[in-house]
């Protein structure tokens, strides 16, 4: 166990559904940080949170968005799903900015 | 733009040699460079984390080097072992400090 929490670890859902992805980062740890890791890509970074504000943005859609909650813990919203989006959703914290983070388990999501 | 290059997708090397793994980086200029290691279906795991003003760093049987004039970073296993079988991943933060992630290099080490 990381210390990282991700729920759920495995959801099947249909084209043109919404779903909310959730992570609880390691006690301590202000900054939350979402990847996309699909089967011929690497890890595709999405968004970090730093203290429940947002710090920065990838390659993320608008499809997508996300929050982070005062007890630290942060939510990634994916709506309108496409076939395409199916891959792992990895949340990941750290103590510091940038430094020696800490990876959920993932949550694998099929859209089907 | 910037970019990160891990060379061999995939590497094979027999048990007890020493396996070396590469990253090169382009349009950076990070002030440290960080390896992970993932296994199939699991989250990455934190190995190491070098600073520009370090040229090495060992822990345990993993060595990592520096170069930012050469912009490469090179990670070593001495003594591998099967168990150390899985893809090692460099990354390099970004303006906001957020993890840029190489696309990894597959180790297999062969019994």
């Known amino acids: 166990d990381s210390g990282v929490t991700q729920t759920p670890k495995h959801l099947i859902t249909a084209t043109g559904q919404r779903v909310t992805l959730r992570c609880s980062p390691r006690s301590g740890d202000l900054s939350v940080y979402w990847y996309q890791q699909s089967l011929d890509q690497g890890l595709q970074f999405l968004i970090q949170?730093?203290?429940?504000?947002?710090?920065a943005k990838g390659n993320i859609l608008e499809r997508f968005s996300a929050q982070q909650f005062p007890d630290l813990h942060s939510e990634l919203n994916l709506s309108s799903l496409e076939l395409g989006d199916s891959a792992l959703y990895f949340c990941a914290s750290s103590v510091d900015l940038g430094v020696g983070y800490t990876f959920g388990s993932g949550t694998r999501l099929t859209v089907v | 733009s910037q970019k990160i290059e891990q060379n061999s997708e995939a590497l094979n090397i027999q048990e007890g040699k020493t396996a070396t793994l590469t990253c090169n980086y382009t349009?950076?200029?990070?002030?440290?460079l960080q390896w992970y290691r993932q296994d199939p279906g699991r989250g990455p795991v934190f190995l190491l984390l070098i600073r520009e003003n370090e040229k090495e760093k060992r822990k345990e049987r993993l060595k990592v080097t520096f170069d930012t004039t050469l912009k490469q970073s090179l990670f070593h296993i001495t003594a591998s072992q099967p168990a150390d079988s899985a893809t090692y991943l460099c990354a390099l933060p970004g303006s906001a400090r957020q993890l840029t992630f190489g696309s990894g290099t597959q180790l297999t080490v062969l019994p």
């Open positions: 349009n950076y200029s990070p002030a440290y």
């Open positions: 949170y730093y203290n429940g504000e947002e710090r």
